[in-house]
């Protein structure tokens, strides 16, 4: 089994090295922009996409049908997109983890796994909600990795509605809403970005 990970994060090598040390896996780890003549030249059976910032294009989608997966740390189709734990907070949607085949689509392809996970708002910052989501993906991932790969998992369609979210939309309150450090109390940042809203409601702008 050939495998290309994808990856822009240190959180996710654990992973690639379970596959390739564990799992003896053949995984070839690329952390640039992959193009169709990558894909062609390495001749992957999955391609495993998990906190890489860059997007597959629909080209290498076609080509490798429903072979793509994305690990994503959020219960789709609520928070797609960026940041999806600090949106599950602050708009008070349901925090988890979903493994999804990739579709054109930014983070809307037919579910292959999906748990809720819960946590006390009161003593979690947004750094340790990252940490256990992301353990979470990667002890679901292992549990069934030996499914995917084997096409043993029925996939689901995702529901309709959910919430999408860019970069630039915390990237433009974060002074605000006082998140300066990922090690605040979530609470603390709910209260503000609620009082935010409420000005910002109130005030029309």
Same mark, same amino acid.
């Given at each position: 089994?050939?495998?290309? =990970?994808?990856? &822009? &994060? &240190?959180?996710? $090598?654990?992973? $690639?090295? +379970?596959?390739?040390?564990?799992?003896h896996e053949e995984v070839v780890l690329i952390e640039k922009k992959i193009n169709l003549n990558d894909i062609k030249a390495i001749k992957p059976d999955f391609i495993?996409?998990? &906190? $890489?910032? =860059?997007?597959?294009?629909?080209?290498?989608?076609? #080509?490798?049908? @429903?072979? *793509?997966? @994305?690990l994503h740390i959020? /219960?789709?189709? +609520? @928070?797609? %997109?960026?940041?999806p734990n600090v949106w599950s907070f602050l708009e008070n949607t349901k925090k988890g983890i979903t493994i999804h085949l990739v579709d054109p689509g930014l983070d809307t392809g037919d579910i292959l796994l999906r748990k809720e996970v819960l946590f006390d708002e009161?003593?979690?910052? =947004?750094?340790?909600t990252y940490i256990k989501l992301h353990n979470e993906i990667k002890i679901l991932f292992k549990e069934n990795w030996d499914k995917i790969k084997q096409s043993r998992i029925i996939? !689901?369609? !995702?529901?309709?509605? %959910?919430? /999408? #979210? $860019? *970069?630039?939309?915390?990237?433009?309150i974060k002074a605000k809403i006082g998140l300066d450090s990922w090690d605040i109390p979530?609470? *603390?940042v709910k209260n503000k970005y609620d009082e935010y809203m409420r000005c910002k409601n109130g005030s029309n702008i």
């Open positions: 089994m050939k495998i290309i =990970f994808l990856t &822009n &994060n &240190n959180i996710s $090598y654990d992973l $690639y090295l +379970w596959l390739k040390e564990i799992k495993i996409s998990y &906190n $890489y910032k =860059f997007i597959i294009t629909e080209d290498i989608i076609k #080509h490798m049908g @429903n072979r *793509v997966i @994305n959020s /219960f789709l189709p +609520w @928070n797609r %997109g960026a940041d009161s003593i979690e910052t =947004f750094s340790s996939t !689901q369609k !995702q529901s309709i509605g %959910g919430s /999408f #979210h $860019y *970069v630039k939309d915390l990237e433009s979530i609470k *603390v």
